[in-house]
C-alpha cells in the first residue's frame, strides 16, 4: 500500500529502495514558497543504521508491513543462534551477522522482541535492562581513583563490561543493553 506523505509519522515502517525502515521522527515543512516536503529521521530495521531523507509532497511511499513477535533465546550452534516463537512454539534461527552485538547479552531463556518482514527476520530487540551475574573481576582497591573509580568485569555471557570498584565476583548487577554500561548493584 501506498502511502502520501501526509501519512509518515513516528512508529510507521516503509520501504525504501528494497530496504525495510522505520520512522523515528518526521517533521512537515510547508515553505512559503515551493510544495511541502517531510524530513524523516528513520531506522533500517535490518542494520540498525539512522538515516535521514527527505520526501517531497508528490512522492508515494510503499508501507512495509512488519510483524512483531516475541521470542524466546535457547541456545547457540555453530554462529546460529536459535529462538522459539512464543506463540506458534516454532523453532527459528538467527545468524550472527543479524545479531551483531546483541550477542552479547543474550542469556538463556531471555525474551527479546523480532521484527519480521515476510516472514523474514529482520532484527532483534533486547530488553532495555538485563540482570547479570559477575563471573570474574578483580578485587576493587580502596582510594585507587586513578582510573575514575571502575573496573572491568566479566558477566556470564563473558561480556566484559565497566563497573565500579565495590562490585565483587558472584554479585548480581544491572546493565543497559543499548549501550552497555553498568546501571545498578542488584540485592
Known amino acids: 500500500m ?7 509519522k513516528q512508529g510507521v515502517t516503509v520501504l525504501v529502495a528494497d530496504e525495510v525502515y522505520m520512522v523515528i ?17 528513520m531506522r533500517n530495521l535490518k542494520t540498525g543504521n539512522v538515516q535521514e531523507m527527505t520526501f517531497r509532497g508528490d512522492e508515494k511511499i510503499e508501507q512495509a508491513f512488519v510483524e512483531e513477535r516475541k521470542l524466546q533465546y535457547l541456545y547457540k550452534s555453530g554462529n546460529m543462534y536459535h529462538f ?17 552485538d546483541k550477542i552479547k547479552f543474550l542469556k538463556d531463556n531471555l525474551e527479546v ?9 529482520l532484527n532483534i530487540n533486547l530488553p532495555f ?30 561480556a566484559v ?26 540485592s
Open 84 to 100: 522459539m516463537d512464543q506463540e506458534t512454539y516454532e523453532e527459528i534461527a538467527i545468524s550472527e551477522e543479524i545479531l551483531s
Open 113 to 121: 522482541q523480532g521484527f519480521f518482514y515476510k516472514h523474514e527476520i
Open 161 to 186: 563490561i565497566q563497573v565500579p570498584l565495590f562490585i565483587n565476583t558472584g554479585d548480581k548487577i544491572k546493565v543497559d543493553t543499548r549501550t552497555g554500561t553498568y546501571i545498578e548493584r542488584v
Open 129 to 158: 535492562f538485563i540482570e547479570f551475574t559477575v563471573t570474574h573481576t578483580e578485587p576493587g582497591i580502596k582510594g585507587d581513583t586513578a582510573k575514575s573509580g571502575t573496573k572491568p568485569a566479566t558477566i556470564e555471557t563473558q
Open 2 to 8: 501506498a502511502l502520501s506523505i501526509n501519512e509518515i
Open 25 to 41: 521522527e518526521a517533521q512537515h515543512v510547508k515553505p512559503g514558497k515551493g510544495a511541502a516536503f517531510v524530513r524523516a529521521k
